[in-house]
C-alpha cells in the first residue's frame, strides 16, 4: 500500500534517529558494524526470530490509536536457536522492517532519554488485539522452557519489570507453564516484607521493590527468568542481577525481551558481567537491531518536545487530542453528552491474586483460566451488541469496537479478561492500559501516539500525587471502554470531575467499570524472627457469634469468671473511688418484648441511614487514611461499625479489609499488648481505630493520650490518633459518616447486638502485664442474638445509597470538617448547671443516653424540645426505670443522660427506682 506510513516516520525525520535490525547471522545490509552484530559470546543466548506486525499508519488516520488500531499475526514458535545463535528475522522482511512492524517512535518528556520505542504488542500505550499481546509473551516463555528443559523449567522464577512489563512477564510464565511468578512493583504494601529493591536507569520512574508474600520465593537456586519489553542498554536487568545475585545466588539467568536494542557497546557488557559473577545468563527476545542516535539528539528532542507543548491552542489536558504540529484539534465526542458509568460486578475466583505483585503459582493460573469465560459473559452483558446479519464466520457485520483499558502495573488481569471477551466474538476488542510515563502526543500518522488523556493518580501513590496518561484512545473511535482497575485505585479521584472515568465518557458512547479485589497477603515473618509470645486474636464461633472473617478479637476470653454486680453496687463502688468501671461487668439487660419490638421498628426506620454514613466514613478512610486500611475497632460500640465498613468495602470495591477489635478504657488507655500484636503484623501507619459514636469526645482525647504514652515507651511510631466513627454529634473527629445525632439500634442493646460479646474488663488478678484485656461471651443468650440481623438489614441497603454516598464524599473531602469540641462545651455547661460538677457523669448523645439507662443509676434525661421517633426507646427504657424526661430548648444533641451524682444504695427506694432529687 501506497498510503501506509511507519509509526516512527515523524520522530525519525526530525530527529535523525534510524531503527536498524539485526540481520540473519554472517550480516545484511542492515546489520549493525562489527562482530557484536550476531552473538554475545558463550554465556548468552540467542534472540530467535522476530513476529510479524504493522507498526503502520495510513495517511487518511486508520492504524495505530485512530480509525482501526494495528493488527498483527505473530509467527508460530520455531525451534530455539542454539546458545549464541541471534536467528532470523521472519522471511520475507529485513532486519530493520521486522523492528519497524513491532515498533514505533515518540518524543518523551523525560531527562534521560528524548526518545520512546513504543512497542506495538505489549499493549501499554498501543490499543491491541488481546489474542497478540498474550501470544507474543506465552512464545517467548515456550522458547523459555524449551531453552531450560522439562526438569529445570520447574525450578525456575519468572521476574517481570513494572510498569510496563508486568503483563508480559505473566504471559512469559504462562508460556513457561511451571514456574511462579513475580513482578518489581512501586507500590509499598504495608505487612509484606522487601525482598529486594533496584534502580531503572532511564525510567521516568526509577525505584522497584520485589514483595513477594513468599519469603523463599527468590531464595531457591533454580533458573531466574527476568522479563523487560526492551532490553536497551543493559542498566536494568544488570541491577536487578546484581542486587538479588548479592543475596541469593543461583547459577543462571535468562533474560527475555521483546526487542533486543543494545548498542554495539553494550552488547559486550553482558559477556562480561556473566564472567564477573560465575553466572551463565541466556538472553531470548523477539526480534533484535539498535537505535543509531546522532550527535545532540537529546537536546534536539528537549527542544522539540517544549517546541510542541507550548504550541498555540494546546488547551487544557485530557479534552481533546492535539492535531498536526502539537495543536490541539476538537474531539468531536465533545460535542455529544457524556456517557454514563455502568459497574460491572466482577466475580473474580477467591483467592486468586489480581496479578504478580506478591507472586502467582500455576495453581492461581488454573484456577483463573478456569473462571475467564464467566467473568467475560458478565462483563458482555454491560456491552453493545453488533447489528445486522452475520457473516460466513458467523461475525456481525458491525461489531462493536471495544477498549478493555488496564491500568498501570494492572496489566494481566485486564489483558485476560480482554483475551476472554475476544473469543465470545461478538465484538472487535483492543486493549492498552494507563502509565505514569508522559510521552508528547502528536496527531500524525508518522508518530506512534496520537492522543493523550491526563488524569491525576488514583490508587494513593507512594511517590504522592501526580499525573497519569491514557494513550492513543481519545478519537480512536471505540464504541466502548471498559476500564479495569484494582480495588485500591477504586477511590474518589477515579470518580471525581478531572478523573479518569469522567475523561473516558467523553470519547466512547459507553463506559464500563470492572474493578478487580486487591491482593493484600497475610503477612509470612521470615522463619528466622523469633515468633511473637502474644496470641492470635479470638474469632467466631469460639468466641463472639460473628463470622471468622468478620473480625478478630484482641482480648482473652474470661468466660468462666463470675464477673457480674447488680448496677446499683457498680454505681456505689465507682463513684466512691472503690473500683473502676471496668473491674466488673452490669449484668446483662433482658429487654422486654415491648423493648425488642422498639429495637426492630428503630431498625426499621434508620437501616438505610446506618447505610449511607456506613458507606461515607468507609470512603473518607479509603480516600485519606490508606487506600489498604487495617480497621481495628474499639470494643464494643465500634465492632459492629468496623464490621459494617469491612462489609462496604468488600461489597463496592472487592477490598478484604483486615478488621480487628480491641479494648480502651477510660482513665486507663488502650491495650498496649493489643498495639504490640498490631505492629507486629501491619503497618501501624495503616491502622484505623474505629468507633461508634462520639459524646463529649471522652474516648477520643483517651486514645490520642494512649497512644502518645504507648510511643514513648516502645518506640513504636505510626499509629494515627484519631477516631472514624459513624455518627460525630459531638463534633469531636473529622472522620465520620454524619454529625446528626441519631438512633443507631445498636446502641438499644448490649451483647446481643454485638455478637453476644460483653463489655472488656481490667482487673489486675484478671489481666497481667502481658495479657490482652479480657471479655465474655455469652453463648446462653443465643436465642436472643441479633447481631447478624442488625448487620445484614442494614448492608441490603448499601447498592442504593451508592449514589449518595459518592456525592457526600466530594463534599466532605473539601469541606472544613475539623473537630470544634461543641459537644464537650455543652457538657461542661450542663454539668454546672445542674451541679454535678463531674463531666463524667454527664452521658450525651442517644447512644451515652441509653448507656445510662442500660448500665449505670441514671439520674434524669434531657431530650431536646421536639425529639421525635429516635427517643422512644430512650422514653420507654425511663419509665421503666422510674426517671424523669426533662424536655430543653437548645439542646446541641437528642437527648442527655445525668448519671446520679453522689449515688449510695440509699438513694434507691424499696422499688429499685431511683430517687429523682438529691
Known amino acids: 500500500m501506497d498510503d501506509v506510513v511507519w509509526t516512527g516516520t515523524w520522530v525519525a525525520r526530525r530527529l535523525g534517529i534510524e531503527l536498524v535490525g ?49 493488527t498483527l499475526h505473530p509467527s508460530t514458535t520455531a525451534d530455539p536457536p542454539a546458545t549464541g545463535d541471534t536467528g532470523a528475522p521472519q522471511e520475507g522482511l529485513d532486519g530493520g522492517a521486522a523492528l519497524r512492524e513491532l515498533l514505533g517512535l515518540a518524543l518523551r518528556r523525560n531527562p534521560k532519554r528524548a526518545h520512546l520505542l513504543v512497542s506495538n504488542v505489549l499493549g501499554k500505550h498501543v490499543p491491541q488485539s488481546p489474542a497478540i499481546v498474550h501470544r507474543y509473551g506465552y512464545d517467548l516463555g515456550r522458547r523459555v522452557r524449551d531453552l531450560l528443559g522439562e526438569d529445570i523449567a520447574p525450578r525456575a522464577v519468572v521476574l517481570g519489570y513494572a510498569e510496563t512489563a ?63 519489553d526492551e532490553f536497551s542498554t543493559g542498566n536494568t536487568v544488570l541491577n536487578t542481577v546484581r542486587a538479588l545475585h548479592a543475596r541469593y545466588p543461583r547459577q543462571q539467568y535468562v533474560i527475555v525481551a521483546l526487542v533486543d536494542m543494545r548498542s554495539p557497546g553494550d552488547r559486550g557488557r553482558l559477556d562480561a558481567f556473566a564472567g ?26 528537549r527542544a522539540l518536545v517544549a517546541q510542541y507543548e507550548t504550541a498555540p491552542g494546546t488547551g487544557h489536558p485530557g479534552t481533546g487530542h492535539p492535531g498536526i504540529e502539537g495543536h490541539l484539534r476538537p474531539d468531536p465526542a465533545e460535542a455529544a453528552p457524556p456517557a454514563s458509568v455502568a459497574r460491572a460486578e466482577l466475580r473474580w475466583p477467591a483467592g486468586v491474586p489480581d496479578g504478580g505483585r506478591h507472586g502467582f503459582t500455576p495453581e492461581h493460573r488454573a484456577r483463573l483460566e478456569a473462571a475467564l469465560p464467566g467473568l467475560a459473559e458478565g462483563l458482555a452483558a454491560h456491552l453493545p451488541r453488533g447489528n445486522g446479519a452475520p457473516t460466513a464466520d458467523g461475525d456481525p457485520v458491525d461489531r462493536p469496537r ?104 467523553r470519547h466512547t458512547s459507553r463506559v464500563v467499570l470492572a474493578v478487580v479485589p486487591s491482593h493484600v497477603p497475610h503477612p509470612a515473618a521470615p522463619t528466622s524472627e523469633r515468633p511473637s509470645l502474644l496470641p492470635e486474636p479470638l474469632r467466631g464461633p469460639a468466641f463472639s457469634s460473628y463470622a471468622p472473617e468478620d473480625v478478630g478479637w484482641l482480648l482473652q476470653d474470661l468466660s468462666s469468671v463470675t464477673l457480674e454486680a447488680p448496677t446499683e453496687e457498680r454505681e456505689e463502688a465507682i463513684q466512691q473511688g472503690g473500683a473502676h468501671y471496668a473491674e466488673s461487668l452490669p449484668v446483662e439487660y433482658q429487654p422486654s418484648p415491648q423493648y425488642q419490638q422498639l429495637f426492630h421498628s428503630a431498625l426499621d426506620v434508620s437501616a438505610r441511614r446506618i447505610a449511607q454514613a456506613v458507606g461515607t466514613v468507609t470512603d473518607l478512610v479509603l480516600a ?28 463496592r470495591y472487592g477490598i478484604d479489609l483486615p478488621h480487628y477489635s480491641v479494648s480502651i478504657v477510660r482513665g486507663r488507655g488502650i491495650d498496649a499488648n493489643a498495639l504490640r500484636w498490631l505492629a ?45 466513627v459513624l455518627a460525630d454529634p459531638g463534633a469531636c473527629v473529622r472522620t465520620y459518616g454524619t454529625r446528626e445525632d441519631f438512633l443507631i439500634p445498636s446502641a438499644c442493646l448490649n451483647s446481643t447486638v454485638s455478637g453476644l460479646v460483653s463489655r472488656t474488663v481490667l482487673r489486675a488478678d484478671l489481666v497481667g502485664p502481658d495479657d490482652y484485656h479480657g471479655a465474655k461471651y455469652y453463648r446462653e443468650l443465643a436465642g436472643a442474638d441479633v447481631s447478624h440481623d442488625f448487620l445484614h438489614r442494614i448492608a441490603t441497603h448499601f447498592p442504593e445509597v451508592v449514589d449518595t454516598v459518592d456525592v457526600q464524599v ?40 441509653t448507656r445510662v439507662l442500660l448500665r449505670r443509676v441514671p439520674w434524669k434525661i434531657l431530650a431536646r424540645h421536639g425529639a421525635g421517633a429516635d427517643l422512644e426507646h430512650v422514653r420507654l427504657l425511663a419509665e421503666q426505670r422510674g426517671v424523669p424526661v426533662e424536655e430543653v430548648h437548645d439542646l446541641p444533641y437528642s437527648c442527655v443522660g445525668l448519671i446520679h451524682p453522689h449515688y449510695t444504695r440509699g438513694a434507691t427506694g424499696s422499688d429499685g427506682k431511683a430517687v429523682t432529687s438529691l
Open 276 to 301: 564477573e559473577i560465575g553466572a551463565r545468563v541466556d538472553l531470548v527476545a523477539a526480534a533484535s537491531g539498535t537505535v543509531r542516535l546522532p550527535d545532540g539528539v537529546l537536546e534536539k528532542g
Open 166 to 228: 508486568t503483563g508480559l512477564g505473566h504471559c512469559v510464565a504462562d508460556g513457561i507453564g511451571v514456574a511462579p511468578y513475580l513482578h518489581s512493583t512501586r507500590r509499598p504494601v504495608a505487612g509484606v516484607a522487601e525482598a529486594a529493591g533496584f534502580e531503572e536507569a532511564h525510567s521516568h520512574a526509577t525505584s522497584h521493590l520485589l514483595l513477594p508474600a513468599d519469603p523463599d520465593l527468590l531464595t531457591g537456586d533454580g533458573p531466574l527468568v527476568l522479563v523487560d
Open 810 to 849: 466530594k463534599e466532605m473531602l473539601t469541606a472544613d470538617r475539623a473537630p470544634t469540641w461543641e459537644g464537650w462545651a455543652a457538657v461542661e455547661r450542663i454539668s454546672e448547671e445542674y451541679g454535678i460538677h463531674d463531666v463524667n457523669l454527664v452521658k450525651p448523645g442517644v447512644g451515652e443516653t
Open 22 to 70: 539485526a540481520a540473519p547471522a554472517g550480516g545484511g545490509p542492515d546489520a549493525p558494524d562489527g562482530p557484536e552484530a550476531t552473538a554475545d559470546g558463550a554465556r548468552t543466548g540467542g534472540t530467535g526470530g522476530t513476529g510479524a506486525g504493522t507498526g503502520q499508519s495510513t495517511q487518511d488516520g486508520r492504524g495505530s490509536g485512530r480509525g482501526a488500531p494495528v
Open 680 to 724: 507486629t503484623h501491619h503497618d501501624p501507619t495503616d491502622v484505623v481505630f474505629v468507633d461508634g459514636w462520639t459524646g463529649k469526645g471522652a474516648i477520643t482525647r483517651e486514645l490520642a493520650q494512649a497512644l502518645k504514652e504507648f510511643q514513648e515507651a516502645t518506640g513504636v511510631h505510626g499509629f494515627h490518633p484519631e477516631i472514624a
Open 624 to 651: 485519606e487514611r490508606s487506600p489498604r486500611p487495617v480497621l481495628v475497632s474499639l470494643a464494643r460500640a465500634g465492632t459492629p461499625v468496623g464490621i459494617l465498613m469491612r462489609r462496604w468495602a468488600l461489597h
Open 402 to 505: 471495544v477498549l478493555v483499558l488496564g491500568f498501570e502495573e494492572l496489566m494481566y488481569a485486564p489483558l485476560r479478561l480482554a483475551t476472554a471477551l475476544e473469543e465470545l466474538g461478538f465484538a472487535d476488542v483492543r486493549y492498552s492500559t494507563t502509565t505514569r510515563s508522559p510521552v508528547l502526543p502528536v496527531d500524525d500518522p508518522g508518530y506512534a501516539i496520537r492522543s493523550s488523556l491526563v488524569f491525576p493518580a488514583h490508587d494513593g501513590p507512594g511517590d504522592g500525587p501526580g499525573d497519569r496518561y491514557a494513550y492513543n484512545v481519545a478519537g480512536a473511535g471505540f464504541d466502548a471502554v471498559v476500564l479495569v482497575v484494582d480495588s485500591v485505585a477504586d477511590t474518589p479521584a477515579l470518580h471525581a470531575p478531572d478523573g479518569l472515568l469522567a475523561l473516558l465518557t
